[in-house]
């Protein structure tokens, strides 16, 4: 499934080449996520994500790109390579998991997108609308942001990583965090291992499939 990404991340030739070298335990591509839940008449509609490449991804994918030869990399120099990734992303439903208690929430195809390189670093922008919306109050809504081949390591900003746009009613909150079930099981795999597998973070998992989750809720009325 990785080698299938990484030609679709490519930065629209060989300079992404050295994402095709065998996959192994450890990732080959660092994510920060930042993401807005977008809210409209008390449902949630859709999903905003930012995603920050590492420096090492971002300096191979903008080999190039610098068309004028000014140093800077416009929102339109950056449009093909935006593409590029939108397109390749299709295929794993954007690494983007929403679930309704156990019902998966599906999305459209992703609006509003861009690549902006600030401060070194690339990001991609796009919003994710839902097919339905979902009542903002409903019981056991969540998500995720995850690839589960850990090709890609998804983590979300330390710092304030998810919004509420304007709209969500009073009340409604954002938790970030591994499921307890799944967080039980991890640390009986620690445990089993020294302690070796976790930082001193218990709700960070060190490449052993776990995905920090997104819950959502807000007070009843």
Sequence with gaps: MWRALSCRLAALGAAMLWLMAPASAHPHVWVTVE????????????LRHKWTFDDMYTAMAIQGLD???????????LR????????????????????????????????DYYLEHKDSLLSLYFTLPFEQPVLADAPDF??????????IAFDFEKTDPVKLSAGAPQGCHA?????ANELAELQRLNESFGGQLTTGDQNAGMGLGYAKTVTLGCKKS
């Design 142 to 151: 969540n998500f995720a942001v995850f690839d589960e081949s850990f090709f």
């Design 80 to 111: 093909e390579l935006a593409q590029v990734n939108i397109d390749g992303l299709k295929e794993f439903g954007y690494f983007t998991i929403a679930k309704l208690g156990k019902t998966d929430v599906k999305a459209k195809p992703p609006v």
């Design 35 to 46: 993401t807005t839940v977008l809210y409209e008449h008390g449902s949630v509609t859709g």
């Design 67 to 77: 068309a004028d030869g000014d140093g800077q990399y416009s929102r339109e120099e």
């Design 175 to 179: 938790s970030v965090g591994i499921p």
